[in-house]
């Protein structure tokens, strides 16, 4: 089955406490990037990439890293995590070229930073 | 840069009944792709309608469909007989075609979220 993954589903850490967030897929896309949504200000993008060791910032990238050393992998990561950046994170892949376009979500990660 | 504004923060409707939920677009570019997902309370991300700029015709998928305005940049999705399994966020979307720097980003819209009455 097509599909990506994140773990954790849920999670909630203190402030400073360095997390990461996996992201998998496995319908060989070239491009994945990460999301962050929260109320009143629908989806924002964090990061994204458009191949392995191609990554980039989206509109909102303070405050995390992400690296693609593998083309199926995308992990986010929170290095010093703060209260700001409790959110719902999610994870999209797409082809590169072609297929109109579409994405595909992952199920999204609840964060919550104390 | 491109936006998307989603007016309506909020809507309902009866089941069975014909909603139409607002989008619109900036953009100076003259191909360009537009999506609405779909939310449900599972917070699940789902592809409902998807429509590129060139194509005058407008999408239809089963009892969804929209009205494309090209010139007003105005991108509604109209859901007929509606069913409680609709109650979602609604999220409208853009996207620009192409290989390199923010070429192939969605931005979405803040939302307008649908609650169907029984």
């Known amino acids: 089955e097509a599909q990506v993954t994140q773990n954790p589903r849920y999670l909630i850490t203190v402030t400073g406490k360095k997390l990461t967030v996996t992201c998998s897929q496995n319908?060989?896309?070239?491009?994945m990037s990460w999301y962050r949504q929260d109320p009143g200000l629908g989806l924002r993008q964090i990061y994204y990439?458009?191949?392995?060791?191609?990554?980039d910032k989206g509109d909102v990238p303070e405050g995390y890293k992400v690296s693609r050393k593998e083309k199926r992998n995308f992990p986010l990561i929170l290095e010093s995590p703060s209260p700001n950046q409790t959110s719902l994170y999610f994870c999209?892949?797409?082809?590169?070229?072609?297929?109109?376009?579409?994405?595909?979500f992952g199920p999204g990660t609840r964060l919550t930073v104390t | 840069a491109q936006t998307v504004t989603q007016s309506q923060p909020e809507m309902s409707v009866q089941e069975a009944e014909t909603v139409t939920l607002s989008c619109t677009y900036d953009?100076?570019?003259?191909?360009?792709?537009l999506f609405w997902y779909k939310q449900p309370p599972s917070r699940q991300m789902i592809l409902v309608i998807r429509?590129?700029?060139?194509?005058?015709q407008n999408a239809t998928e089963n009892r969804f469909s929209v009205n494309f305005q090209k010139a007003a940049k105005s991108f509604s999705l109209k859901i007929s007989d509606s069913q409680l399994g609709d109650t979602a966020m609604y999220f409208c979307?853009?996207?620009?075609?192409?290989?390199?720097?923010?070429?192939?980003?969605?931005?979405f819209g803040k939302g307008t979220k649908l609650s169907v009455k029984p």
């Open positions: 999209a892949s797409r082809r590169y070229r072609g297929l109109l376009g579409e994405q595909y």
């Open positions: 319908m060989n896309h070239e491009y």
């Open positions: 990439s458009m191949n392995v060791e191609v990554t």
């Open positions: 953009t100076s570019e003259n191909n360009y792709y």
């Open positions: 429509q590129e700029a060139y194509k005058q």
């Open positions: 979307a853009f996207m620009k075609p192409g290989y390199g720097g923010s070429q192939g980003n969605l931005i």
